[in-house]
């Protein structure tokens, strides 16, 4: 049987074990009663949305969060009963599909309301609505003030639309530091249900936690909480990873995605030979290089990760020369003299005692964990393990 190297130049693993550890883990912090929601967004944080889906397979989780109609519908095929939140923001013109389909769209304007009320009642069919509440994040929201006449519009439509979520979102709950911050956006939301109630208004779910509140402030969670980075085993930040909640809680998470590629071929260079383009990399002695099948396209950053490393027959190696859209070489001259070309490069996992971690890589790209998996290409064959 090939091995994954002979099969593909590139590719991700995600492991069914560690997601399923996770998601154990994480089930702690939920109240009795409060529904697990798994974010799928953004291709499930570059792990692979069709993959995670079957992941979650035997889960037994039944709500998910999304960004788009498209991803919404492929999350439907394989659940057809479960809770669809998108969470993005979508075009009057595909209202239509995300009812048909029985997704819950976020909503913040009497704007977007009223267009989805009317597209409601032209299809014959209740819409299904999560209203989103700006509490200090500025992002996506309608303000305290504009809520009572939302309502009263969702009030006299009901029987068009069904107020499924309240929701909003914390500009910092990843950092205690900030903690009254969050405490204010927690007692702004809780006004916003207060006014729901008295328009006579009962949404289905009421959620504000992310990843973070979740772990560091579960006192304020509502009946669902909407589980990110950390269903796929990254924490949000240092501080919630080494927060006392996170002990208490017994909360302990592990990565499921690790990024390999193929060695495509090996070479002698002399002292004073160029390495890639530009004269990125002048050899200052006679080196052995490795070619990796990988580059910027497949989602390497072509400058903030000259000079990181990768791992190969479990020692590091540097990446040397500017890195191209679909190569790059990096110095084995430390390795055995023995071809390594049968042996695979990671770029995110272990191998052997060491470990590269996207932690590690989003503080040398001066950037988050998030930005590292959701930047790994899309055209990349994710594979369980």
């Not at 055995?336 to 470990?355: F, L, N, Y």
Request: aromatic residues 8%; contains cysteine.
């Amino acid at each position: 049987m090939q091995n994954t190297a002979e099969r593909y130049k590139t590719w991700v693993e995600l492991s069914a074990r560690n997601a399923s550890d996770n998601i154990k883990n994480l089930r702690r912090t939920l109240h009795e009663g409060c529904a697990f929601a798994a974010v799928l967004k953004a291709n499930a944080y570059g792990h692979g949305l069709k993959e995670y889906l079957d992941l979650l397979n035997s889960e037994h989780i039944s709500h998910f969060a999304v960004d788009s109609l498209e991803e919404g519908i492929a999350v439907r095929k394989r659940y057809p009963n479960a809770v669809i939140f998108i969470l993005g923001f979508s075009p009057f013109s595909i209202y239509e599909s995300i009812i048909q389909h029985d997704l819950i769209q976020t909503l913040y304007t009497e704007t977007q309301l009223s267009a989805f009320i009317q597209t409601a009642r032209e299809k014959g069919k209740r819409g299904l609505i999560n209203v989103k509440v700006e509490t200090g994040t500025n992002r996506q929201g309608v303000d305290i003030k504009d809520l009572p006449r939302l309502y009263a519009l969702i009030r006299q439509n009901n029987d068009a639309v069904e107020l499924m979520g309240l929701s909003t979102h914390f500009s910092d709950a990843e950092d205690p530091k900030y903690t009254h911050t969050t405490n204010q956006q927690i007692q702004l939301f809780r006004q916003a249900e207060a006014l729901a109630i008295q328009a006579e208004l009962r949404p289905h779910y009421v959620h504000s936690h992310c990843s973070a509140a979740a772990i560091l402030n579960s006192e304020s969670q509502g009946n669902m909480s909407r589980f990110g980075i950390s269903l796929y085993g990254l924490w949000a930040s240092k501080e919630v990873r080494f927060s006392r909640s996170s002990h208490e809680l017994g909360v302990n998470l592990t990565p499921v995605l690790s990024w390999h590629t193929a060695i495509a071929q090996t070479k002698q260079v002399k002292s004073g030979d160029r390495i890639g383009y530009g004269h990125g990399y002048i050899a200052t002695r006679p080196m052995r290089i490795a070619v990796l099948p990988i580059g910027y396209y497949d989602g390497l950053d072509r400058t903030k990760d000259k000079g990181g490393d990768v791992l190969i027959l479990g020692r590091r190696c540097k990446i040397i020369g500017n890195i191209c859209m679909n190569m790059t070489m990096v110095d084995i001259s430390h390795l055995p003299e023995s071809p390594v070309t049968d042996a695979k490069a990671t770029i995110i996992g272990r191998s052997g005692m060491h470990e590269i971690t996207a932690d590690e890589i989003a503080e040398r790209r001066g950037t988050i964990p998030y930005e590292v998996t959701t930047g790994i290409g899309s055209h990349i064959q994710r594979i369980i393990t």
